[in-house]
């Protein structure tokens, strides 16, 4: 008995963990039987590469490495924690809420290729990581779309204006473009249901966000 993973994606700084973690509370009030888990996971030893990757080790642009092998090492991180962390508890019907999944390679690794190679790529992405790694596909993704410049500030804030504490792809501002426009694309290739997060110029509230993600996701865990 298979059960649901609902994958929340976004860029940088667009609040994936506040409303992964909103839906996760909601659902557990509900009575759900939920889990919630994040990627990267760098509670594990399997982020290791990311971890080089991230802090510069293979170059300080992202677009240093090779993206088929940025692909590899988030993938592997995924494989390691649905086989030690949460295949049981999905393979016996559990929902399962994820903070990112295989759905960021396909945005930040798209947003370093040629627009004219992304859907070679992300039919090579879908079968690596689905078919042949053999992780779960989501039942549902949701994308919080943010206007760039309000997730710049959102950061900013995080980080409280020191932009050293950044990653290398936090940093550059290029690469948040792009990002958004490889996001969009595969939103709409991917049928992913987005949710608009800015109104105005600012974000709309945590709470604003939460009730319509929860509308979206009502359908498949009922
Ligand atoms: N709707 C909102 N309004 C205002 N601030 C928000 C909202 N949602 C999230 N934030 C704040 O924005 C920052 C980024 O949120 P969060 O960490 O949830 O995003 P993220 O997408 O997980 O980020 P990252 O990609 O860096 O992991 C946090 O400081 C968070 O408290
Ligand atoms: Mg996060």
Redesign the pocket.
Same mark, same amino acid.
Not at 12 to 18: I, W, Y
Not at 203 to 206: A, E, I, L, N, V
């Given at each position: 008995m298979k059960g649901k993973l609902i994958v929340i994606e976004?860029l940088?700084?667009?609040?994936?963990?506040?409303q992964a973690t909103a839906l996760y509370e909601s659902l557990k009030n509900d009575g759900k039987n939920v889990i919630k888990v994040s990627f990267p996971d760098y509670s594990s030893q399997s982020a290791a590469l990311i971890n080089m990757y991230l802090s510069g080790q293979f170059g300080e642009d992202p677009d240093c490495v090779n993206p088929y092998a940025a692909t590899a090492f988030y993938a592997v991180d995924r494989y390691a924690s649905f086989q030690t962390k949460w295949k049981a508890h999905y393979e016996s019907g559990g929902i399962v809420i994820a903070?990112r999944y295989t759905t960021s390679n396909a945005i930040h690794q798209c947003s370093k290729l040629p627009e004219d190679q992304w859907d070679s790529y992300l039919r090579w992405l879908f079968e690596f990581e689905y078919r042949y790694i053999a992780i779960p596909e989501p039942d549902k993704v949701i994308y919080l779309r943010v206007d760039p410049d309000v997730s710049q500030k959102?950061l900013d804030? @995080?980080y409280d204006n020191d932009a050293a504490k950044k990653d290398i792809h936090e940093r550059s501002t290029d690469y948040l473009m792009r990002s958004r426009k490889a996001a969009d694309y595969c939103a709409d290739l991917l049928k992913w249901t987005i949710v608009e997060?800015t109104a105005a110029g600012s974000? @709309?509230?945590?709470e604003d966000?939460a009730s319509e993600v929860m509308a979206a996701i009502r359908k498949s865990v009922d």
């Open positions: 976004g940088d700084g667009s609040g994936k963990n506040t903070d959102l804030k @995080r997060c974000m @709309r509230s945590k966000i």
